[in-house]
Structure formats: C-alpha cells, structure tokens
C-alpha cells in the first residue's frame, strides 16, 4: 500500500530526535503509519466514488442518494460501536466523506451535461 519510502519517513518523523522519549516516538510512529495507510485506502475510496460518479452521470442518476447514504451511516455505526469507535464520530466522518463525494458527483454530472464540445 506504502509507494516507496513515504511509510518509512512517516514512520521515523519523531525518532532520533532529540528530546523525545524512545517510547513516545514509536508509539507516534505507529500513529504516523496508520496516518499513511488512511491516506492511500482514502485515495483508493475515492477512486472508486469517481467511477460511481461517472456512472450515474451517464445513467442520468441523482448525484447523491439518501437512502444509501443512511443505510451506509447504520451500518458504519454498527461496525464502530463493534470496533471500540465512537459511533458518532464514524457518521461525522462518514458525513464529510459524502458530502465531497456529492460534490465530486455534482461536478461530473455538470461535465456530462455540458456534452462534447465542437
């Protein structure tokens, strides 16, 4: 999942330096490689919402669809209370990754509804 060194240098920004307990900097260096790995599973969702986006757009689908959006919120929140996340903050963070979505969707749908230019 880690594109060359980017794992190792999130994972070593607080060893070595000076100051900072041994312990300290390796628990933040887990904190850091979990950090990275979020950031490229959150790259790949969003590739995968471009490709929903770009299918509604052609299906003439709204860009965004409510009743997903809550079964989504309810299952999430089953699957944080079942991992010792708070369930609210897995829909406020659910919450914001849909309305960019929405927003990515809106965005395509107008560049389909422009057509070909000549």
């Given amino acids: 999942m880690a594109h060359g060194n980017e ?56 860009p965004a669809d409510p009743a997903r959006e809550a079964r989504q919120v309810e299952r999430l929140r089953t699957l944080a209370a079942s991992s010792g996340l708070d369930p609210d903050f897995a829909e406020k963070f659910l919450g914001f990754m849909v309305r960019e979505v929405i927003r990515h969707h809106e965005d395509i749908k107008a560049e389909y509804n422009e057509g070909p230019r000549l």
Avoid: M, W, Y
């Fill in 7 to 62: 794992a190792v240098v999130a994972a070593s920004a607080d060893l070595g330096v000076s100051g900072i307990p041994v312990e300290l900097a390796d628990a933040r260096a887990t904190i850091d490689n979990i950090d990275a790995a979020l950031v490229h599973i959150l790259a790949e969702r969003f590739r995968c919402t471009q490709r929903v986006g770009h299918i509604k757009a052609r299906l003439d689908l709204p």
